[in-house]
């Protein structure tokens, strides 16, 4: 009995085998109802325990402002402007967000805020869905 107990405490010790980190990207849309798309803030979030944002990328030729000492915190602010003539309007994608997972994370994008030409604030609905349909 006393071998078994023994022997049930040192198991107790053994690590247990962590999850495989998976790398994953998120396509950030946001859909503006049809109005033209001048400037837009949106901060993402997640449990730093269970994911990691390693970078990311634009959807044009710019990619979104952001710190890139955020990256580590489980709290990043995205943020873009155009004073372009043709803006993007409908359901747009902002950016693509790269992560690297080791749990199974909630992500919570929320608008901060978000213009269409001229000041006038939109109220944008906002998607994160796993790039390619993963």
């Known amino acids: 009995m006393i071998r078994l107990l ?8 053994v690590p247990k085998p962590q999850a495989a980190p ?3 990207a998120m396509d950030l849309y946001a859909d503006t109802g049809g109005k ?16 990691t944002i390693v970078g990311v ?3 044009g030729a710019q990619g979104p402002y952001y710190d890139p000492a955020a990256l580590q915190g489980g709290r990043i602010i995205l943020a873009s402007f155009s ?4 803006l993007p309007a409908g359901r747009v994608l902002v950016a693509r967000v790269h992560l690297q997972e080791t749990g ?4 919570t994008p929320t608008l901060m805020a978000a213009a269409a030409p001229g000041g006038e604030r ?3 609905k906002i998607d994160l869905v796993r790039a390619g349909g993963k």
């Open 6 to 13: 023994l022997v049930l405490c040192a198991l107790s010790f």
């Open 22 to 24: 998976r790398f994953v």
């Open 36 to 51: 033209p798309l001048a400037a837009w803030q949106i901060e993402l979030t997640c449990d730093p325990s269970q994911a």
């Open 57 to 59: 990328e634009g959807s």
């Open 83 to 86: 004073t372009d003539a043709a």
């Open 104 to 107: 199974s994370p909630v992500y």
């Open 122 to 124: 939109l109220d944008l």
